[in-house]
């Protein structure tokens, strides 16, 4: 953290790898959303730190899965999902960084 004017010393970047869809077995009709980020940390051209993170439908947390009717239906579950598992690697990403 620096001073709104003070250059950093660091730069972080997170990257979204991919993200979207997915089934837990082939007979259910629930879709999970899922999401790979990968954060980074340099400084100058040194890399100081680096971690990739996903949640998938298997993923414990990963507790924001509907039947695709319902994400039609009901939009708001849409950005309900995104904003959960974005949140679960979000968290991991930085306890990773904070160690």
């Not at 730190?49 to 949640?55: A, D, G, K």
């Not at 695709?68 to 309900?80: S, V």
Request: proline share 4%; net charge negative; charged share 20%.
């Amino acid at each position: 953290m620096v001073g709104e004017h003070d250059p950093a010393d660091a730069e972080i970047l997170l990257t979204v790898n991919n993200w979207g869809f997915a089934l837990t077995q082939g007979f259910s009709s629930v879709v999970y959303p899922t999401i790979t980020v990968t954060g980074s940390m340099k400084r100058g051209d040194q890399l100081i730190w680096q971690r990739t993170e996903y949640i998938s439908a298997f993923n414990g947390g990963n507790t924001f899965g509907y039947e695709p009717k319902r994400y039609r239906t009901e939009p708001e579950l849409l950005r309900t999902a995104l904003d959960g598992i974005s949140k679960i690697v979000d968290e991991a990403i930085v306890k990773d960084l904070s160690l």
